[in-house]
């Protein structure tokens, strides 16, 4: 048990926080209304992300890119799509919620960790990270316009009396809390001294900006749990509601990953770009679409669920692909020999 906590110490604090935040939603009411508490842990959370992340040798996936625009395609481009019309099978909260989902950019270390695993390319997958992760001030008040901005009033500036929310606030904020922290996270790298010691305390900090994640949806179930409270018995959302919420958010990462991986079969990539295209090009960022819905979406406190769905699935959904893409390079490499499990 204590091995298997070691290994899954994020997944097991997900669920603490998510049951502390619903059953003590009362008493911790004050804290999702902190907003120098919200946006600090934001900063400080991809700040450590991006400090200890040596992009290596890219050289190679810059000189052959089409892999990984073909992967920033799907992730930027074609989820979204695939989230809008799953989205019109849900309602309210949870339809906002994964649109919010999609619109936001690649995860900023899994899908290279995940990548890596499976025997891929992982430079391909850091390249798409970065790209979606810079660009995401731009592209994601975009999809959010389109998809859910009935919901949030956005307009293209401030209007008049001061009402809604303007499309040049929105890329702004996301510009000072996602990239300028991600800028000077790899600016902070160019001092030898302090490049070395991020580089030589990679996990220490990653466990550190995962604690931040694990605050950051502590503080939107919080929210979760007040608007549940104050909702009418008939306006409850049902178990069946959550259940095709979750089987709609597990569809749209598989048929992401899937499209991915059969778009580079037919192109004929090779087998490593392959992988990466896979995960790079399905998987989300949680910690960026939580600043957002706890910023933009404070009258829609449900939207956080997909997001946290999307986000436990794709750990245990993508780490069975990844140990079969390493079961088949085994059985490949060793016909005779069979993979003993934890190999």
């Keep these: 048990m204590r091995s298997l906590l070691r290994r899954h110490w994020f997944l097991a604090g997900l669920l603490a926080v998510v049951i502390?935040?619903?059953?003590?939603?009362?008493?911790?009411?004050?804290?999702p209304d902190m907003q120098v508490l919200r946006n600090g842990i934001v900063v400080t959370v991809l700040f450590l992300m991006?400090?200890?992340l040596a992009f290596g040798d890219l050289h190679g996936a810059i000189r052959r890119p089409a892999a990984a625009i073909l992967a920033t395609l799907i992730n930027a481009g074609i989820l979204p799509l695939f989230a809008w019309a799953a989205s019109l099978l849900s309602s309210g909260d949870f339809a906002i919620g994964i649109n919010l989902m999609a619109a936001i950019p690649c995860t900023l270390?899994?899908?290279?960790?995940?990548?890596?695993?499976?025997?891929?390319n992982d430079s391909i997958a850091l390249i798409v990270t970065i790209v979606?992760?810079?660009?995401?001030?731009?592209i994601t008040p975009f999809w959010l316009l389109w998809t859910t901005g009935s919901h949030i009033t956005i307009t293209i500036w401030a209007s008049p009396d001061g009402k809604?929310?303007?499309?040049?606030?929105?890329?702004?904020?996301?510009?000072?809390?996602?990239?300028?922290?991600?800028a000077?996270?790899?600016?902070?790298?160019?001092?030898?001294?302090a490049g070395n010691w991020a580089t030589r305390n990679k996990f220490q900090l990653g466990i550190v900006a995962q604690m931040?994640?694990?605050?950051?949806?502590?503080?939107?179930?919080?929210?979760?749990?007040?608007?549940?409270?104050?909702?009418?018995?008939?306006?409850?959302?049902?178990?069946?509601?959550?259940?095709?919420?979750?089987?709609?958010?597990?569809g749209i990462h598989l048929s992401a990953l899937l499209l991915g991986i059969g778009a580079a079969k037919q192109l004929h990539f090779p087998r490593s770009e392959e992988i990466a295209i896979a995960f790079a090009g399905s998987q989300k960022t949680?910690?960026?679409?939580?600043?957002?819905?706890s910023e933009f979406y404070t009258a829609n406190p449900l939207a956080i669920l997909p997001m946290v769905a999307f986000h436990v699935g794709q750990l245990f959904l993508d780490t069975a692909v990844a140990d079969r893409y390493m079961a088949a390079a085994f059985e490949k490499a060793h016909p005779e020999e069979p993979l003993i499990e934890g190999d």
């Design 212 to 250: 931040g994640v694990l605050c950051m949806v502590l503080l939107g179930c919080i929210s979760c749990g007040l608007k549940l409270r104050s909702l009418p018995t008939d306006q409850m959302p049902t178990l069946i509601s959550f259940a095709v919420m979750i089987v709609l958010v597990l």
């Design 109 to 120: 270390a899994s899908a290279a960790v995940w990548t890596r695993r499976a025997g891929g």
């Design 132 to 138: 979606t992760n810079s660009l995401c001030f731009l």
């Design 20 to 31: 502390v935040g619903f059953a003590f939603s009362e008493p911790l009411r004050q804290l």
């Design 184 to 193: 000077f996270g790899q600016l902070a790298r160019l001092i030898p001294k």
């Design 164 to 182: 809604g929310l303007s499309l040049a606030e929105m890329m702004t904020k996301l510009f000072l809390l996602v990239v300028l922290p991600m």
């Design 50 to 52: 991006a400090f200890p």
């Design 286 to 293: 949680l910690m960026i679409g939580l600043a957002i819905a």
